[in-house]
């Protein structure tokens, strides 16, 4: 009985993975090779061949590319100053992750409420009056816009996400670390880059790969923000699905999504591999 008690713990675990991912990827992967009855890669054919495909793989690849480093740099600079406060620490760390608590949708909400024609952004253009009327701003012939509303709005709900892991990670640094920097008269500077990074490296890949995974996967707030005018992975997905009933075409896209997010998580994990043995 012994011997069998780690595996009887681990067994609602691998039974919950199996149950709400190996099945539904068995099922996904089925169905993308799967077209009127015969094994098939028309699928992949179809979904390659259209239009919107080349446009809505790059603009994901660009809107990861330019949010999550974005959300990392921010994220290690909350995480350094919430692990640095003496007093209110938990009181900033609160104040930091109240987005944490707001869906996609509504945080693709509360911005187009300042992106709209009668939002805030216009409202306080005309009143300045830098503007005669208000702009339609997430308009087609401003994508850039849309674009740039998109990057304010993920980098302000999903930016905690990575707060959170790193916090915990610098928690976990040994103090020894950091005085025998400042006994050697290392800079701040120095410090973060000799001895907090290396040693936050595990928490890194943590936070990068659930970051990346999420950006590919971004869609909610595409669809409040840009609707159609944006396309991307995700949204292209939901469009085959249910408007055009292409069930194979859209479980293509999510393959697609899918391949991505391994090949990116194999990336990181090999740019910040962590030796064996490592405490942090």
Same mark, same amino acid.
């Given at each position: 009985?012994?011997?069998?008690?780690?595996?009887?713990?681990?067994?609602?675990?691998?039974?919950?993975?199996?149950?709400?991912?190996?099945?539904?990827?068995?099922? #996904?992967?089925?169905?993308?090779?799967?077209?009127?009855?015969?094994?098939? &890669?028309?699928?992949?054919?179809?979904?390659? *061949?259209?239009?919107?495909?080349?446009?809505?793989?790059?603009?994901?690849?660009? &809107?990861?590319?330019?949010?999550?480093? @974005?959300?990392?740099?921010?994220?290690?600079?909350?995480?350094? !100053?919430?692990?640095? &406060?003496?007093? *209110?620490?938990?009181? /900033?760390?609160? /104040?930091?992750?109240?987005?944490?608590?707001?869906?996609?949708?509504?945080?693709?909400?509360?911005?187009?409420?300042?992106? %709209?024609? $009668?939002?805030?952004?216009?409202?306080?253009?005309?009143?300045?009056?830098?503007?005669?009327?208000?702009?339609?701003?997430? *308009?087609?012939?401003?994508?850039?816009?849309?674009?740039?509303?998109?990057?304010?709005? %993920?980098?302000?709900?999903?930016?905690? !996400? =990575?707060?959170?892991?790193?916090?915990?990670?610098?928690?976990? !640094?040994?103090? %020894?670390? *950091?005085?025998?920097?400042?006994?050697?008269?290392? $800079?701040?500077?120095?410090?973060?880059?000799?001895?907090?990074?290396? =040693?936050?490296?595990?928490?890194?890949?943590?936070?990068? !790969?659930?970051?990346?995974?999420?950006?590919?996967?971004?869609?909610? #707030? #595409? #669809?409040?923000?840009?609707?159609?005018?944006?396309?991307?992975?995700? $949204?292209?997905?939901?469009?085959?699905?249910?408007?055009?009933?292409?069930?194979?075409?859209?479980?293509?896209?999510?393959?697609?999504?899918?391949?991505?997010?391994?090949?990116?998580? @194999?990336? @990181?994990?090999?740019?910040?591999?962590?030796?064996?043995?490592?405490?942090?």
């Amino acid at each position: 009985m012994p011997r069998l008690l780690p595996y009887l713990l681990l067994l609602p675990a691998t039974a919950f993975l199996c149950l709400f991912f190996l099945y539904p990827f068995v099922q #996904v992967a089925h169905d993308s090779v799967m077209r009127n009855g015969v094994y098939t &890669l028309e699928n992949f054919s179809r979904m390659a *061949g259209h239009w919107k495909f080349s446009t809505a793989f790059w603009n994901t690849m660009i &809107l990861a590319a330019v949010v999550v480093p @974005i959300q990392l740099a921010m994220a290690l600079t909350m995480a350094s !100053i919430v692990t640095k &406060l003496q007093r *209110g620490r938990s009181t /900033i760390l609160y /104040i930091f992750a109240i987005p944490l608590g707001i869906s996609d949708l509504a945080a693709g909400l509360i911005w187009l409420s300042v992106f %709209e024609q $009668s939002g805030f952004l216009n409202s306080l253009l005309v009143g300045l009056g830098i503007v005669d009327r208000p702009i339609l701003l997430l *308009g087609y012939q401003n994508t850039w816009i849309i674009f740039i509303a998109i990057v304010l709005a %993920e980098v302000w709900r999903a930016t905690a !996400i =990575m707060m959170v892991i790193l916090v915990a990670g610098m928690g976990l !640094i040994p103090k %020894e670390y *950091g005085e025998a920097a400042d006994v050697f008269g290392a $800079s701040r500077w120095q410090k973060f880059r000799r001895v907090t990074l290396p =040693m936050l490296k595990p928490s890194l890949q943590t936070a990068l !790969i659930l970051r990346v995974i999420l950006a590919f996967e971004v869609f909610a #707030v #595409v #669809v409040a923000l840009g609707g159609t005018q944006l396309p991307v992975l995700m $949204s292209e997905t939901y469009h085959w699905q249910f408007a055009m009933q292409e069930r194979g075409v859209a479980a293509a896209f999510a393959m697609v999504i899918l391949g991505v997010s391994v090949a990116f998580t @194999i990336l @990181i994990l090999r740019l910040l591999h962590v030796p064996k043995g490592a405490r942090v």
